[in-house]
Structure formats: structure tokens, C-alpha cells
């Protein structure tokens, strides 16, 4: 698009946000739930949280949404697990020992974001290979003392943005 001094406008951003209260194990499975009803071939959520917020867990029950009855591990030592799922393969990464984002080539990121859904926990890992659109999922702890509760901010990036608008949470 060209803008009025003849030059290149930029594209806009497109982001939509949600605040979602999860008091428990149950509260995150149906979060997972209803993120697994919209997934398709292509789509990156970005997992984001400090340690045992419970960002393994969204996955296993993201896995479990989309009919997987395999164990889900935490791919901490293995960096990546691939579940053969419908929609598309699931590659769940782990990037907390990524030693810098050209390393996610080594895994597979490349044909995880063409060919199947990325899962990937400490997403900031991967600096700018990080796709533009996606789907932003941080886990928080609800307050210092809790054991249960969290909080969870969805930003939908690019076409995640209308597509989190129109989910019911």
C-alpha cells in the first residue's frame, strides 16, 4: 500500500488481548480446550512464563484436546516432540537451553512452522525467527503464595488477532 507522500505505509498490526483467570489444573485444560478448537496447519503459540507456572501442562492438555493419548513429557533435554495429530503434526519445543535462535534450524522450526503446529515454550529464545503471526500465551502465577491459581494473557498477532476476539472464554 502507498500512502499519501508516495511511499511504502507500513502494514498494520494487528493484535487483540485477553486476560483469562485459571484458579486451577481443570481452569488451564479448558483453556487448552478451546485453543485446540481453532488450531490450524501453520499456527505458532508462543509460550511464555517463568519455571513450574504450568506451560507443560497447557500443552498436555492441548495434546489431549486434539485427541493425543500418548504422554506428553516436557522436552526440556530433547528441545522438541512431535505428536501426529489432527489438524497437522503438534512440534512442541522447549528453547530454554537454546544456545542461540539459528540452533532452532537444527530441530526442525522450519518445517514445524510450514507443516504442522509449534508449540514453543520460551519462545524468546528465538529472537527474530520468532513468526509475526502468532499466537501469544504468557502464564503467570496469580499472586507470590499461590499453588494453584494463574493468570493467562493471550495476544493474538496478525490473523490470531481476530481469530482470539471471536473465541469464548
Do not use: H, K, N
Given at each position: 500500500?502507498?500512502?499519501?507522500?508516495g511511499r511504502e505505509a507500513e502494514t498494520p498490526v494487528c493484535v487483540s488481548v485477553r486476560e483469562v483467570a485459571l484458579t486451577d489444573l481443570a481452569a488451564t485444560a479448558r483453556l487448552a480446550a478451546i485453543v485446540a478448537r481453532v488450531l490450524r496447519k501453520?499456527?505458532?503459540i508462543a509460550l511464555a512464563g517463568p519455571l513450574g507456572v504450568g506451560k507443560?501442562?497447557?500443552v498436555r492438555?492441548?495434546?489431549?484436546a486434539l485427541g493425543g493419548a500418548e504422554e506428553v513429557p516436557s522436552p526440556t533435554f530433547t528441545l522438541v516432540q512431535v505428536y501426529d495429530l489432527p489438524p497437522a503434526p503438534v512440534w512442541h519445543f522447549d528453547l530454554y537451553r537454546l544456545a542461540k535462535p539459528a540452533d532452532a534450524y537444527e530441530l526442525g522450526i522450519e518445517e514445524s512452522f510450514a507443516e504442522?503446529?509449534?508449540?514453543?515454550?520460551?519462545?524468546?529464545h528465538l529472537g527474530a525467527l520468532l513468526p509475526g503471526n502468532r499466537l501469544?500465551?504468557?502464564l503467570a502465577f496469580a499472586d507470590a503464595s499461590a499453588t494453584h491459581g494463574r493468570q493467562a494473557?493471550?495476544?493474538g498477532h496478525g490473523g490470531?488477532?481476530?481469530?482470539?476476539?471471536?473465541l469464548a472464554m
Open positions: 500500500m502507498i500512502d499519501a507522500s501453520g499456527d505458532v507443560t501442562a497447557f492438555a492441548l495434546i489431549a504442522g503446529i509449534s508449540v514453543i515454550e520460551w519462545p524468546e501469544e500465551l504468557a494473557r493471550l495476544v490470531w488477532a481476530a481469530r482470539l476476539a471471536e
